[in-house]
């Protein structure tokens, strides 16, 4: 595939302060997360795209093209922003439509589509009502449907997960995953790991401006092999299994815990190796185990340091 968006030496400042220092990034369709923590530069990445900003050094192209007052490429992106100021005396469903209209769609294409954006994002029951009585949730929803109105083959969603409940969330991210499988590129931006993990496992994550590591999630962990890996393992005799890795060289620490075991281990092949061959064997009564450093909060945790 293709990339969409491509990123070459890209540096933004502003003054004194870098937000984005020499970025070399390609993105391809589907699902990518863009994640770091506030500060780290992701909004600022994502308006060189929108071409909201202009790059200071370097290039940013967008379907092969610069966006910055480029038509041809910002009429193929659908933005939801992280922030939110919607017009006065305004329905969920008016704003949606004007947007539409402002696009350029005829009123009956606006009507029908901002019809649609509402539902996919389960907002028909009160699309009609002022955004004014909206509940936080409800308004990230309508966002979210005035980005999908104009079906963009290039989605940017700025913390789309801000206000929903757990409810919400779910629906979210089983919308996320099935508009990446339509074959748009969607970048998800986040500064909570877990959610992202949800929808993607190719992660960009950014860190003061400039790129920590990118790749699938299980590639990102090669990355910090020399850190250990944390493995909790159940089992009917936690002790009984600890006696096998005590001796490893690469066992650095044992805890027990109610019928578990977290053994963090240097080398996690040599590990699961073992630990497979006693299962086999029947060596030990294993019911379950979990990597509690596998995830993506310990990787970008790991890689800061």
């Given at each position: 595939?293709?990339?969409?968006?491509?990123?070459?030496?890209l540096?933004?400042w502003?003054?004194?302060?870098?937000a984005?220092?020499?970025l070399?990034?390609?993105?391809?369709?589907g699902?990518?997360?863009?994640?770091?923590p506030?500060?780290?530069g992701?909004?600022?990445?994502?308006?060189?795209?929108?071409?909201?900003?202009?790059?200071?050094?370097?290039?940013?192209?967008?379907?092969?093209?610069?966006p910055?007052n480029?038509?041809?490429?910002?009429?193929?992106?659908g933005?939801c922003?992280?922030?939110?100021?919607f017009?006065?005396?305004?329905?969920g469903?008016?704003f949606v439509?004007?947007?539409?209209?402002?696009?350029?769609?005829?009123?009956?294409?606006?009507?029908?589509?901002?019809?649609?954006a509402?539902?996919r994002v389960?907002?028909?029951?009160r699309?009609?009502?002022?955004?004014e009585?909206?509940?936080?949730?409800?308004?990230?929803?309508?966002?979210?449907?005035q980005?999908l109105?104009?079906?963009p083959e290039?989605?940017?969603?700025?913390e789309?997960m801000?206000?929903?409940?757990?409810?919400?969330?779910?629906?979210m991210?089983?919308?996320i995953?099935?508009?990446?499988?339509?074959?748009?590129a969607?970048?998800v931006?986040?500064h909570?790991?877990?959610?992202v993990e949800?929808?993607t496992?190719?992660?960009?994550?950014?860190h003061?401006?400039c790129?920590l590591a990118?790749?699938r999630?299980?590639?990102?962990?090669?990355?910090?092999?020399?850190?250990p890996l944390?493995v909790?393992?159940?089992?009917?005799s936690?002790?009984?299994?600890?006696?096998?890795?005590a001796e490893?060289g690469?066992?650095l620490?044992l805890?027990?815990e109610d019928?578990r075991?977290?053994?963090?281990?240097?080398?996690?092949?040599g590990?699961?190796?073992?630990l497979?061959?006693?299962?086999v064997d029947?060596?030990?009564?294993?019911?379950?185990?979990?990597?509690?450093d596998a995830?993506l909060?310990?990787?970008?945790?790991?890689?800061?340091?």
């Amino acid at each position: 595939m293709s990339a969409i968006i491509e990123a070459n030496g890209l540096s933004k400042w502003f003054g004194e302060v870098v937000a984005v220092n020499n970025l070399d990034v390609s993105i391809e369709p589907g699902v990518t997360g863009l994640l770091g923590p506030n500060g780290a530069g992701k909004s600022t990445f994502i308006k060189l795209a929108l071409g909201l900003y202009s790059p200071s050094r370097g290039t940013m192209s967008v379907f092969g093209e610069p966006p910055r007052n480029n038509l041809r490429v910002l009429r193929r992106i659908g933005y939801c922003p992280e922030f939110d100021r919607f017009p006065e005396n305004t329905t969920g469903f008016e704003f949606v439509y004007w947007l539409n209209r402002f696009y350029g769609m005829t009123a009956a294409e606006a009507t029908r589509r901002a019809e649609e954006a509402c539902e996919r994002v389960k907002m028909t029951e009160r699309m009609d009502d002022l955004i004014e009585t909206y509940s936080r949730g409800m308004r990230q929803r309508i966002k979210i449907a005035q980005a999908l109105a104009p079906s963009p083959e290039l989605l940017f969603l700025d913390e789309p997960m801000a206000g929903l409940d757990p409810e919400g969330r779910e629906e979210m991210f089983a919308l996320i995953r099935e508009l990446g499988e339509d074959g748009r590129a969607v970048i998800v931006s986040s500064h909570i790991l877990y959610e992202v993990e949800r929808v993607t496992s190719h992660v960009v994550l950014l860190h003061n401006g400039c790129i920590l590591a990118r790749g699938r999630v299980h590639e990102v962990r090669e990355l910090i092999d020399e850190h250990p890996l944390a493995v909790t393992v159940e089992c009917g005799s936690p002790r009984d299994l600890a006696r096998y890795f005590a001796e490893d060289g690469a066992t650095l620490s044992l805890e027990f815990e109610d019928g578990r075991v977290t053994v963090r281990t240097r080398d996690p092949n040599g590990f699961f190796e073992k630990l497979n061959r006693l299962v086999v064997d029947k060596a030990v009564d294993v019911t379950g185990f979990a990597c509690a450093d596998a995830d993506l909060q310990s990787v970008f945790q790991y890689l800061v340091r």
